[in-house]
């Protein structure tokens, strides 16, 4: 909030307090819930709790524009248990998580009832044996070849003397030449167009006013006779002079696939939220962005497959790289600026919530970003490469374009809003039986 946000210290600690006391009001209604629901029966409670919670993630994913950002099923590191994802996204394995803490504590509430501790022994050789039949194959390297550039273009307050491209091409130019020759070191050459990605980065790249960048661009993708995806900032006369925060996606000629305008845009960074009182956000803070947000999901369509982009933060929204496999992508890049997390462990997190998605819709993952991690996923969320972090860095790698569906990607969410369903009719069901009881 104060290196980045422009605030001073005492407004951007309140700012941070905010924040903290909203999105912990997620978990304080589910303690509140469990809590009273136990008073009266903590069988009722434990029940509750894996539905319950579930419900709160999915809260937190759509409520104040949602962010969902680490949720539990995360922590699952199992790689068979985590192919569930392919079926219920991650809240499939929050909602394990609990179930398995409910029937641990269930032994302690009632320690004489063998029924408790029957139900966990099965429960637990359940997990197990699901972990085993569902143990991923052996990781092999895709047919395809990519090629994803790491920058590393710092966060500088004299960006824009730096990096642009018309007051410092040789910039530009380096990183071209970075890109080319590592087209050069694919091995053994594909017979396919390679894939090269820049990631997202603070430089004033504007493809649609800045020739400099654009025939750059272009010229790039014919030399290097490769799909090109590239970040850039698109300014469109019916927006008002606003930006969008875009991807451009070029095919070997240097012609124009795909414009995707990043459609959920990150609250209070590039954009005030309506309810948030704009006007007043903005005398508080002028680096707030005032961004458009995109919305339409569509994909890059090539002889091999579809290229689906994300931008940065959507990585942490199931449903929206859903809907874009949905539409026809066969494999995902997802571009990032993760600078601004300094040397948190946010990158990181970042990475293992990226790497869900292609879990979720068996793809492959291909991750650019501005100073790290960049990396290659691979369906099963496995990290085939990765670059090291903070330093200029090419990342040269195989995947594959694949089609099919997995259960998620073709029926979306209907595990999650069927714990909504089921804790509502609990919730239901126990008022009535309260009242019947008081009666």
């Avoid at 995806?229 to 930006?243: E, K, L, Q, W, Y």
Wanted: net charge neutral; with cysteine; glycine share 8%.
């Amino acid at each position: 909030m104060e290196q980045h946000g422009g605030l001073g210290p005492v407004l951007a600690i309140g700012v941070l307090l905010l924040f903290v006391i909203v999105f912990s009001l997620y978990f304080g209604v589910f303690g509140l819930v469990i809590a009273w629901v136990a008073k009266y029966s903590r069988g009722w409670a434990l029940a509750l709790s894996p539905f319950l919670w579930v419900t709160m993630e999915i809260a937190r994913t759509y409520v104040l524009t949602g962010f969902p950002w680490n949720l539990l099923g995360y922590a699952v590191q199992a790689p068979g248990l985590q192919r569930l994802a392919s079926f219920t996204a991650v809240y499939g394995l929050s909602f394990l998580v609990v179930a398995t803490s409910a029937l641990f504590v269930s032994i302690f509430v009632d320690p004489i009832q063998k029924r408790a501790r029957f139900a966990l022994a099965i429960w637990l050789a359940l997990l197990v044996a699901v972990n085993v039949a569902a143990a991923p194959p052996p990781m092999l390297p895709g047919p395809e070849a990519a090629i994803l550039v790491q920058p590393d273009v710092p966060l500088d307050v004299n960006i824009l003397e730096h990096w642009a491209p018309w007051k410092e091409p040789a910039q530009l130019d380096h990183l071209v030449d970075l890109s080319l020759a590592a087209r050069n070191k694919v091995n053994p050459p594909s017979a396919d167009p390679p894939l090269v990605a820049w990631s997202e980065n603070p430089a004033p790249f504007y493809f649609d006013r800045d020739p400099v960048f654009r025939q750059a661009m272009e010229k790039m993708a014919r030399q290097a006779q490769s799909y090109v995806v590239v970040s850039t900032m698109i300014t469109n006369p019916a927006d008002g002079g606003r930006p969008r925060n875009s991807a451009i996606v070029l095919d070997p000629q240097g012609h124009e696939l795909l414009q995707y305008d990043k459609i959920h845009l990150v609250p209070f960074g590039e954009y005030v939220p309506e309810w948030a009182f704009p006007g007043k956000i903005g005398k508080i803070t002028l680096e707030v962005g005032d961004f458009v947000a995109g919305s339409n999901y569509q994909v890059a369509r090539t002889p091999q497959g579809g290229i689906g982009v994300f931008i940065c933060y959507e990585a942490i929204f199931p449903q929206l790289v859903r809907r874009l496999t949905d539409q026809g992508a066969t494999v995902l890049v997802t571009i990032s600026d993760d600078t601004w997390f300094g040397n948190s462990s946010a990158a990181f997190q970042h990475l293992e919530m990226a790497r869900f998605r292609a879990i979720e819709n068996g793809r492959y993952l291909l991750r650019s970003t501005n100073d790290g991690i960049t990396a290659m996923v691979d369906p099963y969320g496995r990290v085939l490469e990765a670059a090291p972090r903070h330093g200029q860095q090419v990342l040269i790698g195989r995947f594959g374009y694949l089609a099919g569906q997995t259960f998620y990607t073709s029926h979306g969410d209907v595990f999650a809003w069927g714990c909504v369903a089921v804790t509502l009719a609990m919730m239901v069901g126990w008022s009535v039986k309260m009242r019947g009881a008081k009666g």
